[in-house]
């Protein structure tokens, strides 16, 4: 496929390879029962997947801030 205007004459690449829809749709059901088996998790590990997250966002704002006092160091805040 070189343009869109071949596409659409159904003009192919010599190099196209042809799909088994068969396996594609194996493909596809694997893929979903693998993202099906990592959504169920119990209320104890999200939970704690919660506080983790919420942990990781104090440090962040700590960081903020501290770079905050920072730069009003720096550009003579604390000076004058």
């Known amino acids: 496929m070189t343009t869109k205007k071949d596409f659409k004459n159904n003009c192919f690449s010599p190099n196209w ?3 088994d829809l ?3 749709k194996e493909a596809q059901t694997v893929k979903e029962e ?3 088996s990592k959504r169920r998790k119990d ?3 999200l939970l704690k997947e919660l506080e983790e997250i ?4 104090e440090k962040a704002a700590e960081k903020q ?3 905050a006092n920072l730069m009003g160091f720096y550009s003579g805040e604390f000076v004058q």
Request: hydrophobic share 35%; proline share 0%.
């Open 65 to 67: 801030h501290r770079l």
């Open 17 to 19: 390879l042809e799909v």
């Open 22 to 24: 068969r396996d594609a």
């Open 54 to 57: 919420k942990q990781s966002i």
């Open 43 to 45: 209320l104890n590990t």
């Open 34 to 36: 693998r993202l099906e």
